[in-house]
DNA sequence: CACCTCGCTTTGAACGTTCAAGGTGATAGA
DNA sequence: TCTATCACCTTGAACGTTCAAAGCGAGGTG
């Protein structure tokens, strides 16, 4: 533990020559067995560990990855937040690359943030979460080629034939690697469960039109429940007190809905209060609220999305080919509200 | 954009060495004014930005700390962690500091994870949050002269009077700089505001006897609740059916308790449920679940605390002198359940 | 005048790694 | 025998920064 155990020492401990360990860990097929062999128990008996400061130096390959912390919203979807960089940094690990967290207020802070940390540290890349119609960060990272995934698709253009965009590296406007869980399919999950539990008439209460993700779940909801009947969903700002005021109005409507699907545990939530018995009520993200009310509630796959980021990123930075997004079916977790 | 802007490169822009450029950077009175004017409006001028990478390999400071991301527990007190994490990244990013994160298992694993990132990135500093009695991370820390802060007082040894030791950086055995909510005066602030809306027999629910928190938290309760009374305690596991489970012991005592005092919002989440109307019930953490279910709920300063935990680091690694403990008080969230 | 001090600046080296190029000895082909 | 090829290994240089030391005028002191 004494003295720092660098390359040289290792070296001069197996008596070969610094670049001969270095070519033991990187390209260790240029190396003799016998020679392989010795330096590896070198390295072993020594505790070498390469240090990553002096390598990015040479390589400009730092081995850190990004990820915007954000203030938890309302606290209730927060903890989605909270699993995935949990997800992210224990699949980073084995892969080889660490996380680092930064914070910002707005897009354009945080585009002001990738120039520093670019600059200051060298950053291997970035993950984008919350990603939204007219993303400036997407662009600008796309310009100056630097590597990044999005958990969530992009907006910008329709659709997910994204993989029809030739590359992601090149700058060119267009496509970026990204993983996502298919929102369309977790409201169509909880209403089919609904059906299948005889219900007839079925409510969603989501977000305004315009946010990809919510208008993705209104979909889910309106593919499967039969007709999108306008008169049957109601669009609010995300919160409990919202959730409440919506399913209080859907349920006062000529031939009521006997069941909710929602948009938000947090709409679920206010819903599920108001709700006379007998009338079920979905959420989504399967959050601590979820699990505490009873709520049904539409599971997002975080860790394995986060893992899937890591790949993305990882055969981005090491192979260089643009690599096909991914989209995650979600799961639906069934409790007593529905 | 197109080349790297170095040192070199100011340099040249401003007619001057390296060193002097570094000088204005990091020495700046040693200067003369009108060079370090000019060497300045340079580095404006070509938008230069000191590389970490070579600083840490001249100066041993990578100007990273290192925190632990730790798998959502039940979800409920998850959240926690999320913003004390938010407020750590805001806090330490003007100080000059970055966060990486990294997950471990357990306190043997983590250790692991400490000697690898010393080695490969050369952290400056470790927060470590859910001390524990006979935490074998600080031992680990302190022999090595590693600097940390943890989130939680050092559980190994009783009192507060970590100030009377010598340093905390000199590796001798004893305390080292810690950040803490005061948990007993939470609990108290808690039972005192029962007692002020009439209730006189406050029960309390808790965890076993040994987790620091879980003991601090009774004993607040307990000064404040006129005795202790062994009757009027339950002890569990963290849980809502643990809550529950214990609510509904205590309440069919003879003489029941009138009010109930919970060491988390789990606890009090499953309280909550089985307690007739008039009982009333506190939480611990203000989570998302207790805004959502209306319960009162003590809460942390998070983002102080974490911004107390950079300031105590930065002054172990700028200064030296080994700095007070610091202790902040948490405040009641009021809400219908009491 | 010789010498020292002071304020400011420059020069060379070093941190630990990898890249690019070169060296060496053995084997093979002409 | 000379040269080419090959497998393996070593040698300088470089990445961008800061440390340690030294240079260099101007001013002061004996």
Partial sequence: MADKVTIATVAAHANVSRQTVSNVLNTPHLVREETRERVREAIAVLGYRANQAARLMRTGRSHLLAVRIEPTRDGINGSVLDRFLHGLTEAAAPAGYRILLYAAADDQAEIATYDDLLATYELDGFVLTSTHHGDVRTSWLAERGVPFVTFGRPWGRLGADARTEPAALSGAAGSHPWVDVDNAAGTAAATRHLLDAGHRRIGFIGWPEGSGVGDERRAGWAATAGADLPELARATVDGVAEGE??????????????????????????????APPGVAVTGFDDTAVARVLGLTSVAQPLAEAAARCVDLLAGVLDGGAAPHPVLLPPSLVIRQSA
């Fill in 245 to 274: 005021a919506a399913a209080h109005d859907l349920l006062s409507i000529s031939d009521p809905p006997t069941a909710l699907v929602c948009a938000s545990d947090s709409l679920a939530a206010g819903a599920y209060g108001v």
